[in-house]
T-cell receptor, first 119, second 115 residues
Framework: AQTVTQSQPEMSVQEAETVTLSCTYD???????LFWYKQPPSRQMILVIR??????QNATENRFSVNFQKAAKSFSLKISDSQLGDAAMYFC????????????????FGKGTHLIIQP | DTGVSQNPRHKITKRGQNVTFRCDPI?????LYWYRQTLGQGPEFLTY????????KSRLLSDRFSAERPKGSFSTLEIQRTEQGDSAMYLC?????????????FGDGTRLSIL
């Protein structure tokens, strides 16, 4: 079974600064997908960024980028120019890509990192 | 844009009672997922539907839990003889079939409290 580990229960960053959230995972599969989701307090989970394991290029979405190290099974999220609205729980998630029909497994989540933005 | 809708938002019940939650996915999404999230943890996968077929169930889904998606649209999750340990946020998500990296869109969840 796959596991996802987020070793930072909480991170704090000054507004406008850059912060990196860590995620490692364990799998024996070669085909999979990785995601970062954001969950603001009492609000729904929102996709931040996604990465296909077969792609070497790191995904980027505006101020959000990932550092995907497949050999090291590491998938960190970098948030540049942090904003107050970035404050939330951030979850790293894994999804198998190996099943017929397109990787129908549910997501496996880490325990999350609570990101605090200091004004 | 109507997202994933879950009802009720909160449910408080006594131990031993049955509860049922409803999830309405995004209309064109044929895949629907249920997750459970306890305090301080990430969501845990419970079960998954493709159209009306329940294709996968986690070992977390004990025989007290049952999920249905009768017409491939909305889904219900029923918990029978609730226990204290069932207190959690129950999240529903939906996605579009086609590519494995299609993101799952989540609802606001139903928070269950067992007295």
């Amino acid at each position: 079974a796959q596991t996802v580990t987020q070793s930072q229960p909480e991170m704090s960053v000054q507004e406008a600064e850059t912060v990196t959230l860590s995620c490692t995972y364990d799998t024996s599969e070669s085909d999979y997908y990785l995601f970062w989701y954001k969950q603001p307090p009492s609000r729904q989970m929102i996709l931040v960024i996604r990465q296909e394991a077969y792609k070497q290029q790191n995904a980027t979405e505006n101020r959000f980028s990932v550092n995907f190290q497949k050999a090291a099974k590491s998938f960190s999220l970098k948030i540049s120019d942090s904003q107050l609205g970035d404050a939330a729980m951030y979850f790293c998630a894994y999804r198998s890509g190996s099943k017929a029909g397109g990787g129908a497994d549910g997501l496996t989540f880490g325990k999350g990192t609570h990101l605090i933005i200091q004004p | 844009d109507t997202g994933v809708s879950q009802n009720p938002r909160h449910k408080i019940t006594k131990r031993g009672q049955n509860v049922t939650f409803r999830c309405d996915p995004i209309s064109e999404h044929n895949r629907l997922y249920w997750y459970r999230q306890t305090l301080g943890q990430g969501p845990e996968f419970l079960t998954y539907f493709q159209n009306e077929a329940q294709l996968e169930k986690s070992r977390l889904l004990s025989d007290r839990f049952s999920a249905e998606r009768p017409k491939g649209s909305f889904s219900t999750l029923e918990i029978q003889r609730t226990e204290q340990g069932d207190s959690a946020m129950y999240l529903c998500a939906s996605s579009l079939q086609g590519f494995s990296n299609q993101p799952q869109h989540f609802g606001d969840g139903t928070r269950l409290s067992i007295l």
